[in-house]
């Protein structure tokens, strides 16, 4: 599918809205959730640019209440592993020998606290995610959430993405 080249545009809930530096196709522009500035991406992926931006500011006013349900969501799906597999492991200290880790292990509040959003990513007229910095569970990863009924979160898929460093290997 060829993406369409978009230009600015001011949107009321929104705010400014710029193409997105490396993303063909897709707005840009970002919000304060707590402590850190969330990137709000809007893609229309092929569908009219309307339903992605409605889709969009529907987010606005509940920012902080998705950003709440998304972390309990991505707790109850990856709590158990990050307490089974990805606490425990070895890395290499600086005269190259191995030296065993084990963090402590964690609640799904403690887990979901961890959790810090980067960005939110709306694409079409129903999907959104949210993606998260791991708090170091899980090695630098970065964890998303995918809600294929946009902010109902009744579909979602949970997911890793990120490369292992060089110096660990698992328990």
Known sequence: M????LTGL???VLGRLEPHDTLSGVLATS????????EIWVDPDG????DALRLAASTIPKLAELDARCRALIAADLLASYNTDWRFGQVA???GAMEEFEKPELTEA???AKLSPTSLQVTGASLIEFWYSDGEMFWGHSVGLTSFTGLALTDVHVQMFGLLPVSWTPA
């Open 93 to 95: 200290r600086a005269d």
């Open 31 to 38: 919000r304060q959730l707590g402590d850190v500035q969330l």
């Open 2 to 5: 060829e993406r369409i080249k």
């Open 47 to 50: 569908g009219p640019l309307d």
């Open 110 to 112: 403690e887990f979901a």
């Open 10 to 12: 001011d949107h009321p």
